[in-house]
Nanobody, 124 residues
Framework: QVQLVEAGGGLVQAGGSLRLSCSASGRTFSSSAMGWFRQAPGKEREFVAAISRGGSLTDYTDSVKGRFTMSRDNAKNTVYLQMNSLKPEDTAVYYC?????????????????WGQGTQVTVSS
């Protein structure tokens, strides 16, 4: 079982940066592939990024490639999403999620554990 808590959201101007963190408790963090998703009001949940158990493999949706970087520190039971060159269209609630698999997934139903979300707002 994994419990997840996101932090680091806030309001930032377009072009700025934020780093989100997702702190995990439980006994299986190092066995879990992790993902970041986001959801804007009235929109479906959208895949953002994923990382493998050991952190050697990452996957990003096209709209954030080159701007966002996902990483993990298993010793600290934490995953991160570094967001640079933020755009107003990045505004959403960002969620981290965990799945008990070595592989990556872009499909939200593959993830069994979810954090509460953290709001990111990017102003023009």
């Amino acid at each position: 079982q994994v419990q997840l808590v996101e932090a680091g959201g806030g309001l930032v101007q377009a072009g700025g940066s934020l780093r989100l963190s997702c702190s995990a408790s439980g006994r299986t963090f190092s066995s879990s592939a992790m993902g970041w998703f986001r959801q804007a009001p009235g929109k479906e949940r959208e895949f953002v990024a994923a990382i493998s158990r050991g952190g050697s493999l990452t996957d990003y949706t096209d709209s954030v490639k080159g701007r966002f970087t996902m990483s993990r520190d298993n010793a600290k039971n934490t995953v991160y999403l570094q967001m640079n060159s933020l755009k107003p269209e990045d505004t959403a609630v960002y969620y981290c999620a965990a799945r008990s698999s070595f592989s990556l997934s872009r499909w939200y139903l593959d993830y069994a554990y979810w954090g509460q979300g953290t709001q990111v707002t990017v102003s023009s």
